[in-house]
């Protein structure tokens, strides 16, 4: 079956930076686009970057140019850089995917997820 497994989230002050790592499992990693959202409490959860199974990458506005997703098929890892982080980006942050034709921001386009990771941004 397929697995996620999110790290490297934690604790950083505005303005900082932090890189989410997410391992994948039990699928053809090369034919699969990756994804990343994040849900704070209260809130909807809502796309934060994604990146097809050729590379193309896509950000919501709130993102684009402080975030940067990328993927290592040599690991099936996707990664996503966040840099300029501000306390706004606080949130649970959840690795997911879907197979090659999905290219969505809907999280309900994607059916598998990982555990998530916390990111708490400090001011």
């Known amino acids: 079956q397929v697995q996620l497994v999110e790290s490297g989230g934690g604790l950083v002050q505005a303005g900082g930076s932090l890189r989410l790592s997410c391992a994948a499992s039990?699928?053809?990693?090369?034919?699969?686009?990756m994804a990343w959202f994040r849900q704070a409490p209260g809130k909807e959860r809502e796309f934060v970057a994604g990146?097809?199974?050729?590379?193309?990458?896509y950000y919501p506005e709130s993102v684009k140019g402080r975030f940067i997703v990328s993927r290592d098929s040599a690991k099936n890892t996707v990664y996503l850089q966040m840099n300029s982080l501000k306390p706004e980006d606080t949130a649970v942050y959840y690795c997911?995917?879907?197979?090659?034709?999905?290219?969505?921001?809907?999280?309900?386009?994607?059916?598998?997820w990982g555990q998530g990771t916390q990111v708490t941004v400090s001011s």
């Open positions: 997911t995917t879907a197979q090659a034709g999905v290219y969505s921001t809907d999280h309900q386009k994607y059916p598998y």
């Open positions: 990146i097809t199974w050729i590379s193309t990458t």
């Open positions: 039990g699928l053809i990693f090369s034919g699969y686009n």
